[in-house]
């Protein structure tokens, strides 16, 4: 009995620390979860390794830039969570960019791509930098095409999509395939989901404070957006309205995620916040009309700290040049 | 004794076989050698892991310059073999560089930097482009100081250096750390001089013909470059009389490295030539009063594309950025 008894004991012990160990805490407000580990992938473009490898060298590649200087990386630098912490990048003859770059980081979720959801997936958002006059500024597919081929691209793409297969769409495919292996998994918010892990008691405070004042109704779920377009009647910029022409969708701009939001300064679409306490308390008042007491703030800005995951590792690509290959020599 | 003689054949067919694979060539001209594996390490910048990886946070990282914009790897593209293959860099504001950069790819074997040696060793190289107007532009040391501070450096520099250690000669020093470590050894070159691999019968014609018409009397040596000044009377670039002040260093410039010379064109101080067919022939012209016939050139051409070796493998570094960060706000 007495041994039985201590073989329970035990048991018992077992049961309860691995209940524990794997039990989502109480206190997580229902919808808030763990980031998914893999993207929605589309039927028309599927992930293989040689296609990852390729958009990771396109993605790091300045030759898609009429100058030979302006990459992908430039501004989605992923040394800095897939932006470059400036309120508008630099571009083309150093032109600034018209919004703040928004993250590389975990884009494989969004519903749709730009502040104002002009380009419904990653395949399109990666055609409009190239063509950008303030961005990478190149005068046509068919120059940058040629460019690519003469960088030594041609072998690669037949590689991966078959032969005589250089071309835009295929770029595009490319590239949004590595963007989607960009995720940021382990956020310590992710260990304390699935009780690996604890956050601060200020970080509690702000987690359950963002969804009584009701944040979480738009950042919702495990992205922490609702991949919906929401009004945001804060500066000039018309946003959605620009791509839809229509006045109902005037101040429109899809819902970002706070997956990373504290590496992402400055904020907003126009980058015109510097500081994360500055964007909470903007945010709380112009779409929630509440006023944040300082101690709110610094809880909201602890939690989202938490949801800062870990950065992917990647191998710095070689390009394909042929040997004596020189760009935009002169 | 049919054993023995068996055994001997087996024992003689292993030592030639041996031999051969081991064996350097005879028709490789006298001085030409494989690629050092180690690079010479000044005494007050011993290496280790950390100041490397350092250094390549330092090297990759844009908030070394101004802008935020500009990183080493802007102009010494490891994408691209340390160079940017354009002519004159892009720096600051769109600028220009005033020579053309040459490769951060075994830069640890020079006995002086820049083309006109104006930095003794790497150190000193490193000090180079932050302050220069036209390239990454930073107002002063204290401001660049302060912005890599602000940017999170601080705790990591005092692991590799010390307390309190961050400072402009310390950032020096870990980017020349990095630095020592872009070796590119294992060109075709290299595997036949050690009986490892063999090149094309034109690429041993070239060989030859480069020793012939004394082009290795200062591209000599494993590295082919003798590490002199030579005048070149090409162009209207002073070079080292810059640094000198003295008329007879009138358009001296270091012997440029043979290694990887078929992937850094354009070609020359100015970069003022696109091939390496017709630097070739330029130089053998203005340096040895050689002209060349186009199967010599062509010769010389594959002899050096086999100085192409292995680039390093890097794995791209996350910035040490806290929570927060902007750079350069507005």
Redesign the interface.
């Known amino acids: 009995m007495k041994l039985l008894s201590c073989g329970t004991g035990i048991l018992f012990l077992l049961l309860s620390g691995l209940a524990v160990a794997g039990e989502r805490p109480a206190d997580i407000p229902e919808g808030m979860g763990v980031l998914p580990t893999t993207v929605p992938i589309p039927a028309d473009n599927p992930m293989s390794k040689p296609k990852t490898e390729l958009g990771k060298?396109l993605y790091?590649?300045?030759a898609l830039s009429k100058?030979?200087?302006i990459s992908c990386n430039?501004c989605h630098?992923?040394?800095?969570?897939g932006v470059?912490?400036?309120?508008r990048s630099?571009g083309h003859?150093?032109q600034r960019g018209g919004r703040n770059a928004p993250t590389s980081f975990n884009s494989g979720f969004w519903s749709a791509q730009f502040w104002d959801g002009r380009a419904p997936q990653l395949e399109d958002q990666a055609k409009g930098p190239p063509m950008n006059p303030v961005e990478m500024a190149d005068d046509s597919e068919e120059e940058l095409m040629s460019r690519l081929k003469e960088a030594g691209y041609a072998p690669l793409f037949d590689k991966v999509f078959g032969k005589n297969s250089l071309s835009f769409d295929n770029m595009a495919k490319a590239i949004a395939a590595f963007e989607r292996t960009l995720l940021t998994p382990d956020a310590p918010f992710d260990l304390y989901v699935q009780g690996k892990g604890n956050i601060s008691t200020a970080a509690k405070r702000g987690m359950k404070k963002v969804a009584e004042i009701g944040c979480t109704s738009c950042h919702s779920g495990p992205l922490f957006t609702n991949n919906t377009y929401q009004q945001f009647l804060y500066g000039t910029d018309d946003g959605r309205k620009s791509v839809t022409g229509k006045a109902e969708d005037d101040h429109f701009f899809r819902v970002q995620s706070w997956r990373n939001v504290?590496?992402t300064?400055?904020y907003f679409h126009d980058?015109s916040v510097?500081?994360?306490s500055e964007a909470v308390r903007i945010m709380a008042k112009v779409q929630l009309d509440t006023k944040l007491s300082d101690s709110d703030v610094a809880d909201i800005v602890a939690f989202l700290?938490t949801l800062?995951g870990k950065?992917p590792?990647?191998?710095?690509?070689?390009?394909p040049?042929p040997?004596?290959?020189?760009?935009?020599?002169?």
Request: proline share 6%; aromatic share 14%.
């Open positions: 060298q790091f590649d300045p100058s030979g200087h430039s630098n992923l040394g800095t969570w470059d912490n400036q309120a630099i003859k150093w504290a590496m300064a400055p980058g510097k500081t994360l700290k800062t950065a590792q990647v191998i710095y690509p070689v390009f040049r040997a004596g290959y020189a760009l935009n020599w002169k």
